[in-house]
């Protein structure tokens, strides 16, 4: 029961979170929506971990977004939550931004490449620091057919929980293949793991094989695709990435792991041998 309310919970800050609320905001509306009544400030500031003084300024975008609105009782401003049927609007107006986004983004792309862009074959170096670059650099795979990695962190190590099911999620909606190479004493490599990979849909075009550490000791991660080969791993505390295209370097990355791929081993068959 108790895992059945947090799931929903998580759910609810998801669904606030996509709509742009902040943590702030999601917390004061859903403490309205339970009431049902009008509160003052000081209730909200009391009844969560909102300062006095920020409750204006949440309830005010609150109110801007439809959400909430404002009465006046006794001379004293109070605020209530509006009928969800605001929210049903609010999200009709996301999808509608949503579209005229999608719309745009063919002529944006278009104004915004540079007519001087790198000829292919050129060789083309980019650095990213920290797990907001991290996730531009893996998000850039998303212009692959297929992506062979070597992996030494998982998704949600590297950057956050958030991000690894958006991008493996897209992963799979635009039909990208993934190949991985562990290391055979990867943490993830255990019964729980291999059947996640084996029934979500998000995996369905994803496969991995084990080394062992004494053959190819992967202590960082790897992928290759297309013309590029990126790597990303931690130095001094901070993640860092660098990411080179190069015809010929993805070229001979992309032979030298299929050399691997064909000596590695199923993740059951290392699991089983593990239990012998």
Same mark, same amino acid.
């Given at each position: 029961?108790?895992?059945?309310? =947090?799931? !929903?919970?998580? #759910?609810?800050? &998801?669904?606030?979170?996509?709509l742009? +609320?902040?943590n702030?905001? @999601? *917390?004061?509306?859903?403490?309205?929506?339970?009431?049902?009544?009008?509160?003052?400030?000081?209730?909200?500031?009391?009844?969560?971990?909102?300062?006095?003084?920020?409750?204006?300024?949440?309830?005010?975008?609150?109110?801007?977004?439809?959400?909430?609105?404002?009465?006046?009782?006794?001379?004293?401003?109070?605020?209530?939550a509006?009928?969800?049927?605001?929210?049903?609007?609010?999200?009709?107006?996301?999808?509608?931004?949503?579209?005229?986004?999608?719309?745009?983004?063919?002529?944006?792309?278009?104004?915004?490449?540079?007519q001087?862009?790198?000829?292919e074959?050129?060789?083309?170096?980019?650095?990213?620091?920290?797990?907001?670059?991290?996730?531009?650099? =893996?998000? !850039?795979?998303? #212009?692959?057919r &297929?992506?062979?990695?070597y992996?030494? +962190?998982?998704?949600?190590? @590297? *950057?956050?929980?958030?991000?690894?099911?958006?991008?493996?999620e897209?992963?799979?909606?635009?039909?990208?293949?993934?190949?991985?190479?562990?290391?055979?004493?990867?943490?993830?490599?255990?019964?729980?793991?291999?059947?996640?990979?084996?029934?979500?849909?998000?995996?369905?075009?994803y496969?991995a094989?084990?080394?062992?550490?004494?053959?190819?000791?992967?202590?960082?991660?790897?992928?290759?695709?297309?013309?590029?080969?990126?790597?990303?791993?931690?130095?001094?505390?901070?993640?860092?990435g660098?990411?080179?295209?190069?015809?010929?370097?993805?070229q001979?990355?992309?032979?030298?792991?299929?050399?691997?791929?064909?000596?590695?081993?199923?993740?059951?068959t290392?699991?089983?041998?593990? #239990?012998n």
């Open positions: 029961m108790a895992d059945k309310y =947090l799931e !929903n919970k998580n #759910k609810v800050v &998801e669904f606030f979170q996509s742009g +609320l902040s702030y905001e @999601s *917390t004061v509306y859903q403490l309205l929506l339970k009431n049902r009544r009008a509160v003052s400030m000081l209730f909200i500031s009391e009844n969560t971990n909102v300062p006095r003084t920020n409750a204006y300024r949440i309830c005010g975008q609150l109110r801007r977004l439809g959400l909430i609105e404002e009465i006046v009782k006794d001379k004293k401003k109070l605020v209530r509006s009928d969800l049927s605001h929210l049903e609007l609010l999200v009709k107006d996301q999808k509608q931004k949503a579209f005229e986004l999608g719309s745009s983004l063919p002529i944006i792309k278009k104004i915004l490449t540079p001087n862009a790198p000829q074959g050129k060789t083309q170096i980019s650095y990213f620091k920290g797990k907001d670059g991290i996730k531009q650099l =893996l998000w !850039n795979s998303l #212009k692959a &297929e992506i062979l990695g992996s030494f +962190l998982a998704y949600e190590d @590297s *950057t956050d929980k958030k991000f690894a099911k958006k991008y493996r897209e992963r799979w909606l635009r039909k990208i293949k993934n190949r991985d190479l562990l290391s055979d004493n990867d943490k993830y490599l255990t019964e729980k793991n291999l059947r996640l990979t084996k029934n979500l849909k998000v995996f369905a075009l496969r094989r084990y080394l062992p550490a004494r053959k190819v000791n992967i202590n960082h991660d790897l992928i290759v695709y297309n013309d590029v080969v990126a790597f990303y791993s931690w130095h001094k505390g901070e993640i860092f660098v990411e080179i295209q190069n015809q010929d370097i993805a001979l990355q992309k032979q030298v792991f299929e050399l691997l791929w064909y000596q590695a081993k199923e993740p059951g290392i699991i089983k041998s593990r #239990k």
